[in-house]
């Protein structure tokens, strides 16, 4: 009964926090469930995804975070700009 006391609470704490930093909330939610104080780690060392410049898709205009290579809405391969695009969207 501790265990799952404890593997909730992780769980919780890896959600929020990745929720925090732009990530998923469930998927890091089963993380911190099946790997407690490994998850909860995890989460406080990602990446901060809110911060990453965005760009817009040129054919369908969906805003993505400029390291994406495809538009995950139309599918068009996107080249990688040399320097951040005059119109990066902030998040």
Do not use: H
């Not at 704490?13 to 890091?28: D, L, N, P, R």
């Not at 495809?70 to 990688?80: A, E, H, K, S």
């Amino acid at each position: 009964m501790e265990y799952a006391v404890i593997a909730f609470f992780c769980g919780l704490s890896a959600g929020v926090i990745a929720k925090i930093k732009g990530g998923s909330f469930w998927i890091w939610l089963l993380v911190g469930l099946v790997l407690p104080l490994i998850g909860t780690l995890a989460a406080l060392f990602m990446r901060w995804d809110k911060d990453e410049p965005r760009r817009r898709c040129p054919e369908c205009g969906k805003v993505l975070p400029i390291s994406d290579q495809v538009c995950m809405r139309c599918g068009r391969d996107l080249d990688f700009p040399q320097a951040p695009p005059s119109d990066a969207v902030a998040s």
